[in-house]
Each structure stands twice: as structure tokens, then as C-alpha cells.
């Protein structure tokens, strides 16, 4: 059974700091990127940033460049958020992209975690 557990969201004041997590499971024999979303209330969800399993390549969206930082250990995935500001209040989600493997059972375009609710204040 597939899944992805999101952790880390809370409330901070605007130049604050918080660390995301999700933790994939049930991808047994498969390789996947790992990606952050968010979803502002009001607001389509949009991309924030990405981490290839290939290569360890990452890339952001203009929005966080600069502040925010992912990084990957093996099933985990990470986001470091600094200089946080209201306009990154949303609730953030994980996702599984581009599963591949030779014994994957697991379809390739992924799935979604539960997300995590950021909230900044000013």
C-alpha cells in the first residue's frame, strides 16, 4: 500500500523558518522523483520545487528560490523554508512523480500525501 506522510507544518512569524517531511512507502522495486506543492486558500495548487531520483537534481519555483532548500534521503524528502513571508501560508503537499523500475508494479505518474498546513503571520 502506497503512501506519503507529511510532517513538519506549523504556524511562524513572517522571516521565520520550518522543515517539511514526507516519508514514501509501499514503492517497493520502484524509483521516484519526490516534489512540493502548495495551495493557497482561494488558490490553485502549484508547483514549489522538485528532487530527481536520477540525479539529485533540483529545481524551484521563482517564488522560493533563494529561501527554500529540498534535499532527499533515500524515501524522505525534505524542505527547508527560510525568510518565510504571508504569501507562503498554504498547505503543502507531497508528491511521488515519474515511478519506474523494472520490477515497479506501481503506475508512473505517482501519487499525492495528505499535506501539511503552513501558516505565516505577519
Known amino acids: 500500500q502506497v503512501q506519503l506522510v507529511e510532517s513538519g507544518g506549523g504556524s511562524v512569524q513572517d522571516g521565520g523558518s520550518l522543515r517539511l517531511s514526507c516519508t514514501a512507502s509501499?514503492?517497493?522495486?520502484?524509483?521516484?522523483?519526490m516534489s512540493w506543492y502548495r495551495q493557497a486558500p482561494g488558490k490553485e495548487r502549484e508547483f514549489v520545487s522538485t528532487?530527481?531520483?536520477?540525479?539529485?537534481s533540483t529545481r524551484y519555483a521563482d517564488s522560493v528560490k533563494g529561501r527554500f532548500s529540498i534535499s532527499r534521503d533515500e524515501n524522505t524528502v525534505y524542505l527547508q523554508m527560510d525568510s518565510l513571508t504571508p504569501e507562503d501560508t498554504a498547505i503543502y503537499y507531497c508528491?511521488?512523480?515519474?515511478?519506474?523500475?523494472?520490477?515497479?508494479?506501481?503506475?508512473?505518474?505517482?501519487?499525492w500525501g495528505q499535506g501539511t498546513q503552513v501558516t505565516v503571520s505577519s
Open positions: 509501499g514503492y517497493t522495486y520502484c524509483s521516484y522523483d
Open positions: 508528491r511521488t512523480t515519474n515511478v519506474a523500475g523494472l520490477f515497479c508494479a506501481l503506475p508512473s505518474n505517482g501519487n
Open positions: 528532487i530527481a531520483y536520477r540525479d539529485g
